[in-house]
């Protein structure tokens, strides 16, 4: 049996198993296996400790896609940019750290048909805002503006932005208005904590990422739709960071991305059916 999981605090909710099983049964992978573990900060590095060898890797979410760096044997370029790891792969005894959250979000802007931006701002400070950061370097831009409550919780954010060489303008939340001059939004906020902006962000912006995926639609996600503009969900991105995951662990590239997005849709839908 080889073994893979999520990890991560709180766990119960997330979508990762689905995806990843769903891509195990298209590619034939019988003797493979993915669960969803919870683990915080202080129980990761006993965990990962007492993984044996028949575990081909992790994927990881809050809190612990920077909590793992100093755990890890090899780190990817480009996780060591973002300063987080959203992978973890098992090879050779050693564990090595990658992040794939930056493909998602490309991909994500992709194929909503929004991956030129000309001018960028990000909402929230944390983990994924330093991987959207890295996906709009990718995407030719050179500088973002960063909105945050506390522009003192902001300096790994900053110091992400000095490594990948963008230009970082960081405003509060109660100057919103003079950040929202730009193409596209990208709200890193969790589920709820956008509400009171939508209304403002819609008026103004002609496309918005939000990386939020249930419930959804979300208030500003609504707001946008209606004032006619470009919304990308959360559950693209989150789609393909597990599509490239699974070619990280597998070490295949035929990843069967659109069964792994209906498995993943279909959950959505159970879950809403259920919440209703």
């Keep these: ?30 003797g493979w296996s993915y669960e969803a573990i919870e683990c915080d900060e202080a129980g990761l590095p006993a965990l990962l400790g007492g993984l044996g060898p028949g575990w081909a890797g992790l994927s990881l979410t809050m809190p612990l896609k920077r909590a793992v760096l100093p755990l890890l044997d090899t780190v990817s370029d480009l996780a060591v940019e973002v300063g987080g790891a959203n992978t973890v792969v098992f090879s050779g005894g050693a564990r090595h750290g990658d992040n794939t959250d930056v493909y998602g979000i490309v991909r994500a802007l992709a194929e909503a048909g929004a991956a030129a931006p000309r001018s960028a701002t990000v909402l929230g400070g944390g983990a ?72 403002t962000v819609a008026a103004r912006v002609p496309a918005v ?7 959804w639609p979300t208030r500003l996600a ?48 159970r879950r809403a059916g259920r919440a209703s």
């Design 128 to 199: 994924t805002a330093a991987s959207t950061l890295a996906a709009l370097r990718e995407l030719g831009l050179g500088g973002a503006t960063l909105v945050v409550r506390d522009p003192a919780r902001a300096g790994e954010t900053a110091e992400v932005a000095e490594r990948l060489g963008i230009a970082l303008e960081v405003q509060t939340f109660d100057k919103l208005d003079t950040a929202l001059d730009a193409d596209l939004v990208v709200s890193t906020l969790p589920s709820g904590a956008a509400d009171d902006l939508a209304e």
């Design 1 to 30: 049996m080889t073994r893979a999981a999520v990890l991560g605090s709180p766990i119960a909710h997330s979508l990762s198993p689905y995806l990843h099983r769903a891509a195990y049964r298209a590619m034939g992978l019988d």
């Design 222 to 269: 609504g707001a946008v739709r209606r004032a006619g503009g470009t919304v990308i969900g959360g559950f693209p991105m989150l789609l393909h960071q597990a599509v490239r995951q699974v070619e990280l662990m597998t070490g295949r590239t035929d990843v069967p991305v659109e069964a792994m997005r209906a498995a993943g849709e279909a959950e959505i839908l």
């Design 209 to 215: 990422f939000d990386v939020v995926y249930a419930p």
